[in-house]
């Protein structure tokens, strides 16, 4: 017999992973991100635990009309190492989100969620695309207001 203290640990078979999409025109980066961050680790449903993979796979439209509040449009700077001496490059937010506006997004939502290999796992299920169309319709997502 079960003690009702028992903790419950999530098997592979009870965890049912939906398709959302996302809008995030007109929205805060950082706030959309969050939020994004939250759907994949899975933390809307009742069976979350923080070890265990149980988020839904997000796509994620229009990630090319993100707001940002403030200077940030001009003053934010992304930097990344190539591996090769003197290699840090660096890129400021406007030409970014011109270049490529799902990098940015990818980088928000990545940076907030868990490191290791549970956080790369739950990155795999984000789909990001710059404009309103996208090529995940066979999966029939749910839309999701933020």
């Known amino acids: 017999m079960r003690n ?43 069976l979350f635990q923080p070890s265990v993979d149980v988020g839904d796979n997000v796509i994620v439209i229009n990630a090319s009309k993100i707001n940002v509040s403030g ?31 799902d990098r940015v997004m990818r980088l928000a939502i990545k940076r907030m969620l868990p490191k290791g290999r549970i956080g790369r796992a739950m990155l795999t299920k ?11 319709e066979a999966q029939k997502p749910k839309q999701i207001n933020l």
Do not use: C, Q
């Open 4 to 46: 009702k203290y028992d903790t419950h640990y999530v098997r592979a078979d009870e965890i049912n992973r939906d398709w959302v999409i996302v809008d995030v025109a007109s929205l805060n980066l950082g706030r959309a991100a969050s939020k994004i961050a939250a759907l994949l680790r899975g933390k809307n449903k009742v």
């Open 71 to 101: 200077n940030k449009l001009k003053n934010k700077i992304y930097f990344w190492y190539t591996g090769f001496p003197g290699g840090i490059k660096e890129k400021n937010f406007e030409k970014m989100l011109a270049d490529d506006p």
């Open 126 to 136: 984000l789909h990001i695309y710059a404009g309103p169309t996208h090529k995940n």
